[in-house]
């Protein structure tokens, strides 16, 4: 069983900063991949970026070069710049081995929400 604990979500005016952390603790064998999701009001839950093994990463093409997804450890983070309104939505880490292929997670975060301010 994997625990994700995400941390840093609050309310921050258009074109602010926000950083999102993600704790995973447990065995630790699905931690290898770690990605975040966002879901925006009236959306689907939508992949934003995932990591694997701390250096290949890939991007929603709505990130537009404006987050970068890092990990330390078990300890995945999503630095958010240029934060636009539609950004707005509850993001949630997750993990797990077949993100990449199959956009398919394992284990869930509770979710943190992100509010932009306009």
């Known amino acids: 069983q994997e625990q994700l604990v995400e941390s840093g979500g609050g309310v921050v005016q258009a074109g602010g900063s926000l950083r999102l952390s993600c704790a995973a603790s447990?065995?630790?064998?699905?931690?290898?991949?770690m990605a975040w999701y966002r879901q925006t009001p009236g959306t689907q839950r939508e992949l934003v970026a995932y990591?694997?093994?701390?250096?290949r990463t890939k991007y929603a093409d709505f990130v537009k070069g404006r987050f970068t997804i890092s990990k330390v450890n078990n300890t995945v983070f999503l630095q958010m710049n240029r934060l636009e309104a539609e950004d707005t939505g509850v993001y949630y880490c997750?993990?797990?081995?077949?993100?990449?292929?199959?956009?398919?997670?394992?284990?869930w975060g509770q979710g943190t929400q992100v509010t932009i301010s306009s």
């Open positions: 997750a993990t797990g081995a077949l993100i990449a292929t199959n956009n398919q997670v394992a284990y």
């Open positions: 990591i694997i093994g701390g250096a």
């Open positions: 447990g065995r630790g064998s699905v931690g290898y991949t």
